[in-house]
């Protein structure tokens, strides 16, 4: 076998390697709306994506976090779940009620609803992983669960800023997002453990609900920009 032979697969490895490292560093560049240095500039369609299946991984993980805390503490009160949905704290928040208001709510405004849900979220979530944490009855994996869901919201909030500011830098969107989201809510104490641990049940009912408004929502406008794109 002569050395040219010998040479052939070595260079196709080498350029296999080459290929690998330039993916490896492209795709663990930070994200950004304008393409600054050391960013991955994306388009609006693959922001959405992004961020679309985050809040679909954080619906999956809330409803999975709510059927464990209600099978190892709350199977016997299900009954009182409906009194949870009035209690929500976000139920001050105004959000198109169906698919249909949904699609009828500008892009303006359907953005600023996803913005005001999650940083609604944000400090409860917070302590509802201390709470967790805390709480003798419940296992390590759900303590693990709370804390994975609160580092979610911060990310999608911070995914769906770089959406509007790509939208913004368009001019699909104006620059009237500044300013206008309400300041983070905080648990109220309670003075039993039974009561605190009803007042969590009722939090992941309500966060449930309200992450699974995020990803419709995030979908429905995905669709009012970008309609070829599966719409």
């Avoid at 208001?101 to 917070?126: F, K």
């Avoid at 709480?135 to 693990?144: G, Q, R």
């Avoid at 830098?169 to 309400?182: A, K, R």
Wanted: charged share 25%; with cysteine; glycine share 4%.
């Amino acid at each position: 076998m002569g050395f040219d032979h010998f040479l052939f697969p070595v260079s196709v490895l080498f350029l296999v390697l080459v290929c690998l490292d330039l993916e490896y560093r492209v795709t663990s560049a930070p994200i950004c709306a304008h393409g600054d240095a050391g960013c991955h500039l994306l388009s609006v369609s693959d922001l959405f994506d992004r961020v679309i299946q985050h809040s679909n991984r954080m619906h999956s993980l809330s409803s999975d976090l709510y059927s464990e805390f209600e099978k190892e503490r709350f199977l016997p009160v299900r009954n009182q779940l409906g009194r949870a949905t009035c209690k929500c704290h976000t139920s001050r928040i105004l959000t198109p009620n169906g698919k249909e208001n949904a699609q009828r709510t500008d892009r303006e405004e359907l953005t600023q609803v996803i913005l005001r849900l999650l940083v609604s979220w944000m400090n409860p979530l917070l302590q509802f992983h201390q709470s967790v944490a805390h709480n003798e009855e419940l296992s390590n994996f759900s303590s693990n669960k709370a804390l994975e869901l609160s580092d979610m919201v911060h990310e999608l909030k911070n995914g769906v800023e770089k959406v509007a500011e790509k939208m913004q830098l368009l001019g699909i969107i104006s620059n009237s997002l500044n300013g206008v989201f309400p300041a983070e809510a905080s648990l109220s104490s309670s003075a039993s453990n039974e009561a605190s641990h009803m007042r969590d049940y009722e939090l992941l009912h309500c966060f449930r609900r309200d992450s699974d408004k995020v990803q419709n929502y995030l979908k429905i406008l995905k669709c009012k920009i970008v309609p070829e794109h599966g719409c």
